[in-house]
Each structure stands twice: as structure tokens, then as C-alpha cells.
């Protein structure tokens, strides 16, 4: 494996380009540590079939939203037959679309919160209205588009005026939102590694709830618990539920499902296929709890990277 060139694809044209690039510098580090050889990739720069030009054995995805994790990077992937870490075509794809997953989650029966969606072309003050009665919706109301990642557009209204307001900005650059019934209580999130739970992990924003800069921003100052502070039973059960979702989903590699735990039920929010491998990313913190150093995290992803995923 050592004599392997890895090319660590990264950046992007996604609103998480800068995240992507944390997250590809971290692997990138871990990677050449463990003796193999590593190069970059940036489809901002270059178009996705130009990948075969560099020669690589094996391609880490660090790309996160738009096009890397929706299916396209990997229909590239797959196309130039290179094997790739994380999920492919179709779990990356189902995963992304919140609507999709959403449909995936009632099929199987996951608790998730209940939701709805509202179309640009039918957006006026009559429809919200009618769409809040028939839904029996009260504020507040998490309104979000259905394809982006970390918590990029997601706003919570709590009265009308702001719902609509926020709808109204959202419409600008999106067509399709999805509007889900706010669910309180504690925000614990689960990592998956190879198909098995490794942990969970509570989040306590001091911002309004856990958006970008609560993820990402050290001065946001949102504190990490690990283990999760909830009874072992439903820790244990929590744990099943995300490997259930990995499994549903047919996802590879590692992946981190997000849930409120509220009147001692768990409500899936959604699950990342492609989750942050930056110093204040989920994932390596709960691998590191459980004896998984980073650059064994990385290891286990790269010896798991086939194509027909």
C-alpha cells in the first residue's frame, strides 16, 4: 500500500470550499505520515476527467457539498475507475437531498421531524398560510434548502413575518426549500466507520443552534461532550439507529448522522457522507475518544476505497 499514490481531492466550487480545503491539508498531513505518497486535486481549477493525468492509485475525497458529495464527483470516479474512499453514486446522492433521505428515513421507519416542502413558482402569503394549517405547524419553524451541508441556509423562524422574510431571501438562490417542525432538546451527532458506530458526541452551541460558525469557528466557543450525556441504554440505542441509517443508505467509509434527542426520543436530521476533518470536526474527535488516532481514521478509509460503490 505504501508504494500507492494517493490524490487528495479537494476545494471545489461548493459553498464548504473552504472547509474542503481544511479538511484536504488535515488528510493530506495524515496521509503522507503514514509513508505514502500524496498530491492535490481542485476541481475549481481543472474539470474532473483531468484526474487520470496524475496517475493515482487510490483518490481521498475531501470535498464536501455540492458536486463532491452528491453523487458527481463520485459518477467521475467511477467513470475513470480509480477507486475512491467514502460513499458512492447513489448513498452520496440520496444522502445530500434532504427530501430523498428524508422519504428513505419513514420507509424504515426513523423517527425524523416532520417536515414539508414549498416550491419558488407557488411561494405567496396565502399558500404559507394554508401550508402552516395543513401541516398543524407552530413556531418555530426550520426552514432550509434540501441540498446543502453544514447547516449552510438554515434559518429558524419564529413568527410569521420572519418565516416569510426568510422563505423570500432563501428564494434567491434556491427553488426548492424544506420546511421541518423545530425539534429542542440536546444535539448529538454519531460517527460511523466501516458500517460500525464508533461513538456519539453532544453538541451545546452558544449561538442561536449549531450553524456554520458554530461548527467551525473556534470563537463561537460551542462546547464538545464525549461521550454524550445520556443514559447508556440510549446511548446504545442511538448508536444502532445511526448504523442502521449507514446501512439504509448503503453508505461506505465513514459517515455522521445528526440528532435531537427530545422526550426520550431521538429525531434524525440527517446523514453526512462526507464529514469534517478539520481540528473542530466531529469525527476525529470521537475516533480519538475511542482509541482511534487520526492518521489510523484516514488509514482505515483509504484501505476500504474500491470503485462500484
Not at 464548504?16 to 486535486?41: P, Q, V
Not at 418565516?163 to 428564494?171: A, W
Not at 466507520?193 to 467551525?216: H, Q, S, T, V, W
Not at 441509517?245 to 429525531?267: A, E, P, Q, W
Request: with cysteine.
Amino acid at each position: 500500500m505504501r508504494k500507492k499514490k494517493i490524490l487528495i481531492v479537494l476545494g471545489g466550487n461548493s459553498k464548504e470550499r473552504e472547509i474542503s480545503i481544511k479538511t484536504g491539508k488535515a488528510c493530506y498531513k495524515a496521509i503522507r505520515n503514514l509513508g505514502y505518497k500524496a498530491d492535490f486535486f481542485d476541481p475549481k481549477y481543472q474539470p474532473f476527467f483531468k484526474i487520470k493525468r496524475k496517475g493515482a492509485d487510490i483518490i481521498f475525497n475531501a470535498l464536501h457539498g455540492k458536486e463532491g458529495e452528491d453523487g458527481l464527483a463520485q459518477s467521475f470516479f467511477e467513470f475513470l475507475k480509480i477507486p475512491y474512499t467514502h460513499s458512492g453514486v447513489i448513498s452520496s446522492m440520496n444522502a445530500m437531498n434532504k427530501l430523498s433521505s428524508k422519504k428513505i428515513f419513514i420507509k424504515n421507519r426513523l423517527r425524523t421531524p416532520k417536515f414539508t416542502i414549498i416550491k419558488k413558482e407557488t411561494f405567496n402569503d396565502k399558500n404559507l398560510k394554508n401550508l402552516i394549517i395543513k401541516n398543524n405547524f407552530i413556531f418555530p419553524i426550520v426552514v432550509k434548502p434540501i441540498n446543502e451541508g453544514s447547516s449552510i441556509g438554515v434559518k429558524i423562524s419564529n413568527n410569521f413575518d420572519k418565516f416569510r422574510k426568510d422563505i423570500r431571501h432563501l428564494f434567491k438562490n434556491y427553488k426548492i426549500l424544506l420546511i421541518e417542525k423545530f425539534i429542542g432538546g440536546q444535539e448529538i451527532q454519531v460517527a460511523v466507520l466501516n458500517g460500525k458506530a464508533i461513538g456519539a458526541i453532544e453538541l451545546k452551541p452558544k449561538r442561536n443552534f449549531y450553524d456554520y460558525k458554530a461548527k467551525y469557528f473556534k470563537s463561537a466557543n460551542t462546547s464538545h461532550i464525549m461521550p454524550a450525556n445520556i443514559n447508556k441504554k440510549k446511548y446504545k440505542e442511538v448508536l444502532k439507529i445511526a448504523e442502521k441509517t449507514h446501512k439504509i443508505l448503503k453508505c461506505r467509509g465513514v459517515t455522521r448522522s445528526d440528532f435531537k434527542f427530545y422526550n426520550n426520543h431521538f429525531y434524525l436530521l440527517e446523514i453526512n457522507t462526507q464529514p469534517g476533518m478539520t481540528e473542530l470536526s466531529l469525527v476525529p474527535e470521537i475516533a480519538n475518544y475511542c482509541n482511534i488516532s487520526f492518521e489510523l481514521l484516514i488509514k482505515k478509509l483509504l484501505l476500504d476505497a474500491s470503485i462500484n460503490r
